[in-house]
């Protein structure tokens, strides 16, 4: 009880001396003796109890029977806020059911004192005790830091007195001159305030330290231990990954226009990084133009083959509409040959690209109207480990197994197998994605617990070969890869 009674002082000091400490608030959804419905109470100590006693921070009358005297406990550990049940003979809820142990509180989660007891709704705040008035702010000490602790917070408060004011006290008692006296206590005032003051400051900065210490403390331990919450990474940048659907291919050659309809399907994924940028994989907005020997013909041959697509996000927050010219890529290890093929009862002879996406090339992208993106880091993506666990989020299947609606990207995990690049990409293993996935981000943990961008999912690795016909004839092979994001300029 000491430390909590300390720590509430601490907290106390802090607050009086326009500190900021954070605070959340308590709604009071059902009526009691000392509760109105649907007033509220800020919260500013870092341990309030809850129950019928005189020392609780919320307290209820005697009204509320099934109430405890000590019922429950709300306590703040850094950036996280927890509830516990303190009762033997009544239950705390928090959202209807049970807590066991403690349950960490998020944004309006509902608290139940027992069963038939009073209902209080949890509210987070973005604002602190810094910009209340000086009023507020000693109601608050005087309610939450001194009431529930008075005999150890006044005991505390007189020790800390004397502490400052000892050398002051002996010439109070030496000095027989009234004036003098009035003098030396104004001067004692001034001093006091001024170690006051210094306490502060060195409080506020040793709290700060402390917490961000915390809080890599605590992302280090989770990556070590394998504990990392991937809900949090993935849940805030999720709505950056967008759906790749190919709408049209149009051609002109010769003077002539012609339109062909792709039916608007779903088949690879694109993603916005910081600073308005679309990135996706090269043979997702090229492969339907090289495979097509007569569009690949056209661009190759004097006319231009366009490939119309648009790009969404589940949440349709971000929606792009562009064609294959409008991206910059990497187009300088692919071959052009010579080449004579059938086309309908004609035959054309010319020159047609070869692409080649397997060995960092297959990035490609253009900047957008809008401004935000994932984090991502070009030189960390070429210094990953062998062992590295990666998140990937991607268009998995396109739409074939979404008969709900729902669009929302698909999670997987991959592992890098060896460690650096390989012909320019990243090789991997324990890939658990598929077709779709192509385009889509790949992110790795760094070394403060975030999610940063690294990669492009490309696919198995792939090698063009030409015969002596000038066939081209890819040979597979089971390595998977991603292109770094460190390649693309």
């Not at 989020?393 to 929302?408: H, I, K, V």
Request: with cysteine; net charge positive; hydrophobic share 35%.
């Amino acid at each position: 009880m000491a430390s909590k009674a300390t720590k509430a002082f601490a907290t106390g000091m802090k607050i009086m001396g326009g500190g900021n400490v954070p605070t959340y608030t308590l709604e009071f959804l059902t009526p009691s003796g000392k509760h109105k419905k649907g007033s509220y109470m800020t919260i500013a100590v870092p341990y309030a109890k809850l129950g019928r006693s005189g020392n609780c921070t919320v307290q209820f009358g005697e009204e509320s029977e099934t109430v405890s005297r000590e019922h429950a406990a709300i306590e703040r550990s850094g950036d996280d806020v927890y509830i516990v049940n303190l009762s033997s003979t009544n239950p705390t809820l928090v959202n209807g059911r049970p807590v066991r142990k403690k349950y960490y509180l998020n944004n309006g989660d509902e608290i139940q004192l027992s069963m038939e007891g009073p209902r209080i709704r949890f509210n987070e705040t973005e604002t602190g005790t810094a910009k209340m008035g000086f009023t507020n702010r000693m109601n608050l000490v005087m309610q939450q830091s001194i009431k529930p602790y008075k005999t150890a917070a006044i005991s505390f408060l007189v020790i800390f007195i004397l502490v400052l004011s000892g050398a002051g006290f002996v010439i109070y008692n030496l000095s027989e001159n009234l004036d003098n006296q009035k003098l030396l206590t104004e001067q004692l005032k001034e001093s006091t305030k001024a170690q006051l003051t210094k306490y502060q400051a060195k409080s506020d900065s040793l709290s700060k330290n402390l917490q961000a210490y915390k809080k890599k403390s605590d992302s280090l331990l989770a990556l070590k231990k394998g504990r990392v919450s991937y809900v949090e990474m993935i849940d805030p940048i999720k709505d950056k990954v967008l759906a790749i659907s190919v709408e049209r291919l149009q051609l002109r050659y010769n003077g002539k226009t012609y339109n062909y309809d792709l039916g608007d399907r779903v088949m690879c994924t694109g993603y916005m990084i910081r600073g308005g940028i679309f990135m996706t994989a090269r043979h997702c907005i090229d492969s339907e133009l090289t495979n097509n020997l007569v569009a690949n013909y056209i661009e190759n041959n004097g006319g231009k083959s366009t490939l119309f697509y648009k790009a969404e996000s589940y949440d349709d927050n971000i929606s792009l509409e562009f064609t294959n010219h409008d991206l910059k890529a990497d187009y300088s290890m692919d071959k052009i040959v010579s080449r004579r093929i059938k086309s309908k009862s004609r035959y054309l002879n010319g020159r047609f690209r070869i692409p080649d996406y397997f060995h960092g090339a297959d990035w490609a992208y253009m900047k957008t109207k809008f401004h935000e993106g994932v984090p991502f880091d070009k030189a960390f993506s070429k210094r990953l480990k062998a062992g590295t666990e990666l998140l990937v989020l991607g268009y998995t299947y396109g739409t074939r197994y979404r008969a709900d609606g729902n669009m929302e990207p698909y999670f997987s995990t991959a592992k890098v197998a060896q460690s650096g690049l390989h012909d320019g990409t990243i090789r991997i293993t324990e890939a658990g994605f598929d077709g779709g996935n192509s385009g889509g981000p790949v992110f790795a943990i760094n070394s403060k617990g975030d999610a940063i961008a690294v990669g492009i999912v490309t696919g198995k690795y792939r090698k063009s070969e030409l015969t002596k016909n000038n066939d081209v004839v890819w040979v597979d092979s089971e390595i998977q890869v991603i292109t770094p994001l460190g390649n693309f300029k």
